[in-house]
Each structure stands twice: as C-alpha cells, then as structure tokens.
Nanobody, 127 residues
Framework: QVQLVESGGGSVQAGGSLRLSCAAS?????????MGWFREAPGKEREGIAN????????YYADSVRGRFTISQDNAKNTVYLQMNTLKPEDTAMYYC???????????????????WGQGTQVTVSS
C-alpha cells in the first residue's frame, strides 16, 4: 500500500522560509518515479509547482516559484523535500505531495497522471 505523508507546513511572515517533507512508503519510491508538489489555494484549481524524477534528479518548476523554491530528494529516507524561500502571501495554500510512475518523457503537472497523493499540509504566509 503506497502512502505519502507530508509535513512541515505552518504559518510564516512574508519573506520567510519553510521546508516541506514528503515521506513515501510502499512500493513507489524507485528510479522510474516522479514526485511532484502541488498546491491548492481557496477558490483556485490545484496547480503543480515542482517535480523531480527520482532516477536522475531532474527537476522542473512552475514560473510562479522558480528561483524561490527547491525540490530535492533523500533516497535513503524515501523522502522528497520542498524548500520554500522568500515566501509571499500568494503562496498561501494547501500543499500536496504526489507520485506517478514514468518510464519515458517528462513528469509534467497534469494532476490526472499522478496516481498517489498525500493528505496535504497547510502553508499560510502573512503580509
């Protein structure tokens, strides 16, 4: 049974930093897997913001977070991180970790391609 568990959310002032963690269990964390971070703000659609291909650590970011957020992995812990710096009020959202298997191509941010999801962790940035 695959399980993704996020942690690290919280409240922070604008300009601050947070690091989210996503711990994976079950038969999912392997070389041909994409791990993605998505977020969903009230009244908005869930959007992909960062992903990483476990096999080669290639990562990709949405324009809204590029240069401020960094996705990384710790294979020994089956964990993916999202370091978020220079946070803005518009970063306030529920953040979700997701996983999909991929043998060829790009991870992408299509929600329907991701088969496994965590329960989410709330990030609130105040001005």
């Amino acid at each position: 049974q695959v399980q993704l568990v996020e942690s690290g959310g919280g409240s922070v002032q604008a300009g601050g930093s947070l690091r989210l963690s996503c711990a994976a269990s079950g038969y999912i964390y392997s070389g041909n897997v994409c791990m993605g971070w998505f977020r969903e703000a009230p009244g908005k659609e869930r959007e992909g913001i960062a992903n990483i291909y476990i096999g080669n650590t290639y990562s990709y970011y949405a324009d809204s977070v590029r240069g401020r957020f960094t996705i990384s992995q710790d294979n020994a812990k089956n964990t993916v991180y999202l370091q978020m710096n220079t946070l803005k009020p518009e970063d306030t959202a529920m953040y979700y970790c997701a996983a999909r298997r991929l043998n060829i191509g790009n991870c992408g941010f299509e929600k329907n391609d991701y088969n496994y999801w965590g329960q989410g962790t709330q990030v609130t940035v105040s001005s």
